[in-house]
Every structure is written in structure tokens, then in C-alpha cells.
């Protein structure tokens, strides 16, 4: 298995084919040593394999930060606009995003 560095740990890059029979182990090493892993198919990566928790950690939204989100557009009464004014509700916080002082 080829390495590629990364900033906090290794990722390890398995051909799909030896992901496919060793899966069990794949797991297990995920599960044991927090290891990551790159699946790769013909040399171009298809999916990345890593722990449940570190998805969440990482990657996953934060259910409070959603939760806040919802409350938000329901004070907005965003949640009852059809898609049409949603998409301009959406270009104009972008346009406020790019262009804080206009």
C-alpha cells in the first residue's frame, strides 16, 4: 500500500480490488489504529474509508450549528418560500458574503 502524507495522519492507498478481499482487515485497522485509507481504481481515487467518529468530527455539519440554521429561517419565515425566492435569498447573502461593505 502506497502513503501519502497528510497533515494530522497517513493516508494509506489500497487498490480496490485488495479493498475488496481485505475489507475485514481495512475495517479493523480503522476501527483499531484510527488508520485512513484511499481506495483507488485504475489510479484515480474512488472513496476514502475512515472512521465513523472522525466523519463526524471532520467532515458531518454540527447538529447544533443545523439545529440554529433551521431556527433562523424559520424566524425568517424562509421555510415557507417558494424555490424561486429561495435562490434570491441565496444570491443575496452571497452577495453579502463577497461584499460585506456594499
Do not use: W
Amino acid at each position: 500500500m502506497a502513503k501519502i502524507s497528510n497533515t494530522a495522519r497517513t493516508l494509506k492507498i489500497v487498490p480496490a480490488l485488495i479493498a475488496r478481499t481485505q475489507l475485514g482487515q481495512i475495517l479493523r485497522r480503522v476501527r483499531q489504529n484510527h488508520e485512513r485509507f484511499v481506495v483507488d481504481k485504475r489510479g484515480e481515487p474512488q472513496a476514502v474509508i475512515m472512521s465513523v467518529e472522525e466523519y463526524l468530527r471532520n467532515f458531518a455539519r454540527q447538529p447544533a450549528a443545523l439545529a440554529q440554521i433551521q431556527r433562523e429561517a424559520k424566524a425568517k419565515r424562509l421555510d415557507l418560500l417558494p424555490l424561486r425566492e429561495i435562490n434570491l435569498e441565496i444570491s443575496r447573502y452571497r452577495r453579502r458574503r463577497r461584499n460585506p461593505n456594499a
